[in-house]
């Protein structure tokens, strides 16, 4: 009698939820580089994709999702930058 073939088994995601939040702790953490550099979300999102090979979409969702985490220094720095663009 034949063998019975096994039912295929679901491939299993490529990321695990462990390694997509080291990822976006990863973003995280480089966004704060970009901050220490003054830069807005434009040119973030351009330094990640270039240097990093971070796809935009992600970087401005982390940031987006940090702005709303932190309104207060946001405020505060977008002001910062503003001044410094003035004086410039």
């Known amino acids: 009698m034949p063998a ?3 039912e295929p088994r679901p491939l299993k ?10 990822y976006i702790l990863l973003v995280q953490h480089l966004i704060e580089k970009c901050l220490l550099f003054n830069m807005d ?11 990093a090979n971070i796809l935009p979409v992600i970087t401005i969702t982390v940031w987006n999702e ?15 930058l503003k001044n410094r ?3 410039v």
């Open 13 to 22: 995601p490529h990321r695990s939820s462990s390694s997509s939040s080291s």
């Open 41 to 51: 979300q434009r040119q973030c999102v351009e330094a990640l994709s270039k240097h």
């Open 66 to 80: 940090l702005e709303k985490e932190n309104k207060e220094f946001f405020s505060s720095y977008f002001k910062n």
């Open 85 to 87: 663009n003035q004086e």
């Open 4 to 6: 019975l073939a096994e």
